[in-house]
């Protein structure tokens, strides 16, 4: 690693320490009275500078012709494995066209926290050793906007321009799609237990019901928690045209139904475990995860859409300043928009498969699938499904802020 | 002692060592400096740096219009009344869970430790076994365990029906996701941390002290309370700070069994402040605070009842 980097002389890394030496001698100032124990160099390693602090990343050196590699940090689940779970067959398929050995890697568990992990090494266009990183919409908008990332080439990926859904090429976080391509992308709805709740809901309000009291559960994602609040008032989650009032009439709602323990807990992916103890009978839940349960838990939920509609989410692929494989990352980004490929993760990860052309190739693969509306959308659903706009920074620090004291934290 | 008849003291002392044996001396104290560098290093590294950048950190400054995650160094003090003013009911309450948890645990684990530790001391074979079965949750993952007990607490587990069923709790309560959850939780996990210490010194205790204590007409109770108890305090001490300290900053078990509501512990606030909202100066200033307030506490404790055994 080291030496590929200082064997290029355009590298990233020595050019904005450079630049930031030269850009900060005020910072240095006040340092240097903080005094003793090389606090610089501590300081500078704890993450504080944004894009802001004005120097402008450019990616490192392509060298992507002679090193046949990649590396890729995934979520958990995310990508068909064999049999015996030790090796991913479209990934193999991959290697035997290209001749590109991929290093795939189970690394990102959140996107808060492995923002937290990286945010200082991509900050500075350092490597952080993968190639491609696969975060959710806002955040994904968050590192494009302070610059992280690389921009891709559309002429290298005619499968990507040619099959990827029409309402995902034009995302206000990332137009055109210059930087990321979408990866796998779900719905936030409500879900609950048919047995045990036969009444069965329609609207987020209908969450509120007395007979629900303390077994309704929530997600901590706040786009997907709000976002349905907010659809549920009437608001369109996607227009520009809302802002603090009807973000604030929501909260109120939020808290409202935590102080009063109508709300048992907002959580993360631990609700899946509320669900099947039966802590929680109903909630605020994502398709993927319902799917997968239904599938290992003999079909006990059922998840819609709102009618005042859900959110629509996906997670984004991207490239990192520092990656020096660009174009084999947009070769990898390419043969995952094939259809029969795309049909083979869509048929083991169970979210809605971005890509055009799928659900035909799913015929060979699992017929069953086919029709199902939780991979393969209606253009019903999808006319349901909101995409969250994306936030100023001052809007996306004051709302998490506020989101994160409604929830107790 | 006067300070001239010390300082006689001093003179008359060193004149009664050879010049060898103040070589071996000077060498010995040396030799100690050696041996305590790895641990300075290490702490250094490890403490006291974080300390410092944790401290600066809390001054940073967010400049105008900044980027998320952006802060510049500055004087900011502002930044502790802000948090302190915000958060004090959760530091509170950690507190007063930790507290509640080392009671519980000090309770439960008295009894243990003194039966192993005592009663059993004829029996290695018994005793041995005992030790590993209280050791071996240590074995398996902190947050597995914790998982666990969120199944064993479930609304339709036994526990809660059976506890319905004899009207113990209403028709609609439940057990998980509740402060109690949360405290049986911390008791739960730091058990073991009370109960190793107070073995330990339970151990060294000499029976014929109680047998004694017996000769001389003291009832059993009387016994425990003059012979035994005393005897145990530098591990009783131990014990209660190996919970407590850790207990106040925990927030596994308030996220995986608490609410929303009235559970949340400073260390979950600590978290969330980091890298949900992505407040650094925020959240290094509620470490400080945390900090500085574990250390006021330990501190009133010692001085209260700090034994001589242990420092």
């Known amino acids: ?409 | 002692m006067s300070a001239p008849a010390k300082e006689a003291r001093a003179v008359e002392k060193v004149d009664l060592r050879s010049p060898e044996e103040i070589r071996a001396e000077k060498k010995k104290g040396r030799m100690g400096a050696w041996l305590i560098l790895p641990g300075m290093l290490y702490m250094a590294l490890f403490f006291a740096a974080p300390v410092v950048v944790l401290l600066s950190m809390s001054l940073f400054v967010k400049p105008e219009g900044a980027e998320l995650g952006e802060f510049v160094p500055g004087w900011n003090f502002g930044t502790y009344a802000e948090v302190w003013n915000r958060y004090w009911p959760v530091l509170l309450r950690s507190f007063v869970f930790a507290l509640i948890a080392t009671v519980a645990a000090l309770i439960i684990a008295f009894p243990m430790a003194y039966l192993v530790a005592v009663r059993l001391r004829g029996k290695p074979l018994l005793k041995g076994i005992l030790l590993v079965l209280l050791i071996a949750p240590f074995f398996s993952s902190f947050i597995l365990r914790t998982q666990a007990w969120k199944q064993i607490l479930a609304d339709e587990g036994w526990i809660v029906q059976t506890l319905k069923a004899v009207a113990i709790l209403p028709a609609d309560g439940s057990l998980t996701a509740t402060p109690f959850a949360v405290i049986c939780g911390l008791t739960y996990n730091f058990l073991p941390f009370m109960m190793l210490p107070i073995y330990a010194s339970l151990e060294r205790l000499d029976t014929r002290l109680l047998e004694a204590s017996g000769d001389l007409y003291a009832s059993p109770a009387q016994t425990f309370m003059k012979v035994t108890l005393p005897q145990s305090m530098p591990g009783v001490f131990a014990g209660t700070l190996l919970t407590f300290i850790p207990a106040a900053g925990d927030y596994v078990n308030a996220a995986i069994l608490g609410n929303n509501r009235d559970t949340s512990m400073i260390g979950q606030v600590i978290d969330s402040r980091f890298f949900k909202v992505i407040d650094y100066p925020g959240a290094a200033a509620l470490s400080f605070i945390l900090m500085v307030c574990i250390l006021i506490l330990v501190l009133i404790y010692i001085r209260r009842f700090g034994t001589k055994d242990l420092f």
């Open chain 1, 1 to 409: 690693m080291t030496a590929r980097r200082s064997a290029s002389p355009q590298d990233p890394l020595v050019r904005a320490l450079v630049q930031a030496q030269l850009a900060r001698p005020s910072r240095r100032a006040v340092l240097a009275g903080a005094g003793a124990l090389g606090l610089t160099a501590v300081l500078a390693a704890c993450g504080t500078k944004g894009s802001g602090g004005g120097v402008k990343l450019t990616p490192a050196q392509d060298l992507s012709a002679s090193k046949k590699e990649l590396s890729w940090a995934n979520w958990t689940l995310y990508l068909d494995v064999s049999d015996d779970g030790k090796t991913y067959p479209s990934l193999e398929e991959f290697t035997r066209r290209t001749g590109i050995t991929v290093n795939y890697s189970e690394d990102i568990d959140g996107n808060d926290t492995y923002y937290g992990k990286v945010q200082e090494q991509l900050s500075r266009g350092q490597s952080i050793g993968r190639d491609i990183i696969t975060l959710t919409d806002w955040m994904a908008g968050r590192i494009i906007r302070q610059g992280w990332v690389q921009e891709l080439d559309h002429t290298r990926m005619p499968h990507v321009d040619a099959n990827m859904l029409e309402n995902l090429k034009n995302v206000d976080f990332d137009p055109g799609r210059k930087h990321s391509v979408t990866w796998q992308t779900g719905y936030a709805g409500i879900c609950w237990n048919k047995a045990k709740y036969p009444k069965g809901l329609r609207t987020v309000s209908d969450l509120w019901a007395p007979d629900l009291k303390g077994r309704v559960t929530a997600l901590d994602e706040m786009r997907d928690t709000m976002g349905l609040l907010m659809l549920d008032q009437g608001t369109d989650i996607s227009s520009p045209d809302w802002g603090d009032e009807q973000f604030e009439n929501a909260l109120e709602t939020l808290n409202q139904q935590v102080q009063s323990g109508q709300i048992r807990k907002v959580q993360g992916n631990a609700y899946k475990e509320d669900l099947i103890s039966g802590d929680a009978l109903a909630g605020i839940v994502w398709s993927g995860d319902i799917t997968q349960l239904n599938f290992e838990h003999d079909n006990q939920w059922e998840f819609v859409i709102p009618e005042a509609g859900g959110t629509l989410w996906s997670d984004n692929l991207m490239v990192p300043m520092a990656s020096q494989q660009l174009s084999n990352c947009e070769k990898l980004m390419d043969f995952y928009y094939e259809p029969e490929i795309a049909a083979q993760v869509a048929a083991y990860v169970n979210y809605i498969c971005p890509v055009k052309g799928a659900q035909q190739a799913m015929e060979k693969i699992d017929p069953e699938l086919v029709n199902n509306p939780l991979i393969f959308p209606t253009e019903a659903d999808l006319e349901k499904a909101y995409v969250f706009r994306a936030l100023t920074p001052g809007e996306e620090s004051d709302y998490t802020d506020k989101f994160q004291t409604a929830i107790g934290a």
